[in-house]
């Protein structure tokens, strides 16, 4: 497909079947006060989906890096209405936050999570054994 001067964005291919093989847990990320004058994290709203995992190239980590806006991994699911900045993503009991939001081609088909890894997830109530009995 030939892209043309108007085109605001690149065209994204979409997922073939079967790539979206990595189970994860998106979870809307609310902090509440504390009693020690801090906050603890909450998760109101959590979904188990799949997912494809996927990491950035060399040159847009770097680039993303330099502008302080870090991402790390990118992970494409089913499209959903709601996901925001506020959302985290859990996979294998490591955390990753949110950073943009995109729907592949606009087609409301796909979303394009980009995130930045936090570490592990040894706070919340998941294990890898508890998220998904199979």
Known sequence: MKLRQAQASATYLLPDPGEL???IVVRRRVDVPADDFGVSPTYPEQVRTWAKKAQPGAAAYQ?????ENKVTHYFTIRFRRG???DHEVVHDDISYRVK???DLNSKRRFLLLECEELGTDSGSDYAAD???TR
């Not at 680039?63 to 502008?67: L, Y």
């Open 21 to 23: 093989d990595q189970r």
């Open 63 to 67: 680039g993303s890096v330099q502008v």
């Open 83 to 85: 996901i925001t900045a």
């Open 100 to 102: 943009r939001v995109r």
């Open 130 to 132: 508890s998220i998904f």
